[in-house]
């Protein structure tokens, strides 16, 4: 383990930072593996998988605008902000890739942001291609039906612009990730990794740190406990990451 205080952002940093559900835990929304594979109170197999949707789409609905409601009713934090702060400084040598649903990295102002998990706050055909849309409704009582291309007898269901459990990110996502190391690696840049709140359970976003490394990357963990692959990182700075980010970036 590293124990450096600071991750410096100079000419030549390029930063790459993956974010998990920890940094949005200061602004009251609620992580994943604190629930016993349970959220709010569902299980996560009948609320975040297709099998779930076409079993009970209603549910699934449901659930999700309860989701929608909460994010909406909350406000990025300090940790948010200062990954705001160091984009700002470094423009096109900053990338973030979010495992976050809730939207709270693009409100609190990050612009170079990369929802590997998709957004709450976007529904898509669960047929059709056409481009997912923004939407904040809430669909309590009915599931909606696409409209573009329904068929006489057979109605598309919309769903939630979400990666589930079981489900393939988009190969555009990884792709952008991907191109934004070699960037860094091709420039000559110095490369820096930083994880922050997230378990290092759920993969691809987990093996980010070991791509990195390959790209002679330094690497950095910030996280409220020691993660799955803490060994992977050269740094952990343990503690919550509305008190850390700044403090390690600004
Ligand atoms: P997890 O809930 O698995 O992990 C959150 C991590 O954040 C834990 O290791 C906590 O110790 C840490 N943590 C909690 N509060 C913190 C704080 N204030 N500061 C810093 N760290 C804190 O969430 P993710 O790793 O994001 O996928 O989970 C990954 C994916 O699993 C999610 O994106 C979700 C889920 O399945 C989808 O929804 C597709």
Redesign the pocket.
């Known amino acids: 383990m590293g124990t450096a205080d600071r991750i410096a952002l100079d000419e030549d940093t390029w930063l790459l930072v993956l974010t998990?559900?920890?940094?949005s835990?200061?602004s009251g929304v609620p992580?994943?593996?604190?629930s016993n594979g349970l959220w709010e109170s569902h299980r996560?197999e009948d609320v975040?998988s297709p099998e779930g949707f076409a079993r009970d789409p209603l549910l699934v609905w449901r659930f999700y605008g309860e989701r929608r409601k909460a994010a909406a009713g909350v406000e990025p934090n300090e940790?948010h902000r200062a990954l705001v702060r160091a984009e700002k400084k470094l423009g096109d040598r900053f990338l973030l890739a979010t495992?976050?649903?809730d939207g709270l990295h693009t409100r609190a102002g990050s612009e170079r942001v990369v929802e590997m998990?998709?957004t709450l706050f976007k529904t898509r055909c669960s047929r059709c291609d056409r481009p997912p849309f923004e939407d904040q409704d809430t669909y309590e009582n009915a599931v909606p039906g696409c409209g573009k291309c329904q068929r006489p007898g057979s109605t598309a269901l919309l769903r939630p612009h979400?990666?589930?459990?079981g489900e393939m990110l988009d190969p555009a996502d990884l792709h952008r990730i991907e191109r934004f190391a070699q960037s860094a690696a091709s420039s000559g840049g110095k490369l820096v990794f930083l994880a922050?709140?997230?378990?290092?359970?759920?993969f691809p976003?987990a093996g980010l740190v070991d791509a990195a490394r390959k790209l002679g990357a330094d690497t950095w963990l910030?996280?409220?406990?020691p993660?799955e692959n803490t060994r992977r990182f050269a740094h952990f700075a343990r503690?919550?990451?509305?008190t850390?980010l700044p403090a390690l970036l600004d």
């Open positions: 998990g559900a920890g940094v835990a200061e992580t994943f593996r604190d996560v975040a940790g495992q976050n649903v998990h998709g979400i990666v589930w459990f922050a709140g997230t378990s290092g359970n759920v976003a910030v996280n409220a406990e993660a503690g919550p990451s509305g850390l």
